[in-house]
């Protein structure tokens, strides 16, 4: 199983940024697959999962209205659309994936994992 991300950059407050994910090795539609995001000196916290066959999305409180979470079946991505960004949302961004049967934000429900992409917001 291979989650590669990419899409991460310098952007400035207000702006917009979109990720990808790149799925492989798995039956895609079989997945849920969810981004989480460590900012500096913080936790991980779980902002968006999607279950790729259906695109049913679900989204954590501090994105909710901004970020957009999204799927591309033919190729096995997984897009987070990022509006409306602000410094806080400045952190490393992972995708994960695995099967669950209900929407999770939760790091431990997934077990793979990407390498991570860098995302700075600028004042």
């Known amino acids: 199983v291979q989650l590669v991300e990419s899409g991460g950059g310098l952007v400035q407050t207000g702006g917009s940024l979109r990720l990808s994910c790149a799925v492989s090795?798995?039956?895609?539609?079989?997945?849920?697959t969810a981004w989480f995001r460590q900012a500096p000196g913080k936790g991980r916290e779980g902002i968006a999962c999607?279950?790729?066959?259906?695109?049913?999305?679900y989204y954590a409180d501090t994105v909710e209205g901004r970020f957009t979470i999204s799927t591309d079946r033919a190729k096995n991505i997984v897009y987070l659309q990022m509006n409306d960004v602000k410094p806080e949302d400045t952190a490393v961004y992972y995708c994960?994936?695995?099967?669950?049967?209900?929407?999770?934000?939760?790091?431990?429900?997934?077990?793979?994992w990407g390498q991570g992409t860098h995302v700075t917001v600028s004042s």
């Open positions: 999607i279950k790729n066959d259906e695109g049913s999305a």
């Open positions: 090795g798995i039956t895609f539609d079989d997945y849920t």
């Open positions: 994960a994936a695995d099967i669950v049967y209900m929407p999770s934000l939760l790091q431990t429900v997934y077990d793979h």
